[in-house]
């Protein structure tokens, strides 16, 4: 029993659930260099979106977009633990959205002062033509 507690006691704070993401509340990632969406990441989501027939909203022009928010929880010693994608009713583009920001963040966050890990907030946003 004091070997669950000591483990419970030094486990992170993953207190965020996925329905309960206060998504306002959550600060900006730090990013370094702000990450590009190239152009094979947005043909890849847009191949995606049409072959799962994910709802997309409607565009007003020849550019399709699609939006992917994350929340991305961040060690103390500033690398990525962890990153839940916001549904968009889209499985394969939102778990490819949250691999990139993975990604994205590794070697390319700013230093905290915070030695907690902490949750921080991104988004990806995916455009092509219709």
Known sequence: MIAIALLLAT????????????????PA????????????MSQFAAREARARRCPLPIARGPTQ???????????GEGDVRTVI???IQCATVEQYAAGLAAG????????????????YKTSLT???RK
């Not at 486990?11 to 509340?25: F, K, R």
């Not at 977009?65 to 060690?75: G, S």
């Open 29 to 40: 990632l730090p990013y370094r260099a702000q990450p590009a969406v190239t152009t094979s």
């Open 126 to 128: 995916f455009s092509w």
């Open 11 to 26: 486990a992170p704070p993953l207190t965020l659930q996925v329905g309960s993401i206060d998504w306002a509340a959550l």
């Open 104 to 119: 994205f963040a590794r070697n390319n966050l700013l230093p905290r002062s915070a030695a907690a890990d902490q949750w």
């Open 85 to 87: 994608p916001r549904a």
């Open 65 to 75: 977009r699609l939006t992917v928010e994350l929340a991305v929880l961040v060690t």
